[in-house]
């Protein structure tokens, strides 16, 4: 099992970046997908989640309005599309996969991207 994002870098605020994330070794399509993030002695928080399907999405509060979560199954790829960037977003963003049956969780983490945003 595979999870690597990119497209993290440095950016001045106001700025945006498009995060992906690449998923191997698992059945994406029957996957949630998440983007996290953790900034440096903070806990990890997430920013946004997208059904299997990608029928639903739902986004923390500090994003909602300035990012949208995708997915294409057929790529078994998910995007973060981050708009009007502040410092305090400033983080390591995680790809997070989980599928909840009535028997098991199952849930994989990728390595991470580093955002940086500072002028």
């Known amino acids: 099992v595979q999870l690597v994002e990119s497209g993290g870098g440095l950016v001045q605020p106001g700025g945006s970046l498009r995060l992906s994330c690449a998923a191997s070794g698992f059945t994406f399509s029957s996957y949630a997908m998440s983007w996290y993030r953790q900034a440096p002695g903070k806990e990890r928080e997430l920013v946004a989640t997208?059904?299997?399907?990608?029928?639903?999405?739902n986004y923390a509060d500090s994003m909602k309005g300035r990012s949208t979560i995708s997915r294409d199954n057929a790529k078994n790829m998910v995007y973060l599309q981050m708009n009007s960037l502040k410092p305090e977003d400033t983080a390591m963003y995680y790809c997070h996969a989980q599928r909840l049956t009535a028997t098991y969780t199952r849930d994989y983490w990728g390595q991470g991207t580093q955002v940086t945003v500072s002028s």
């Open positions: 997208i059904t299997s399907s990608g029928g639903s999405t």
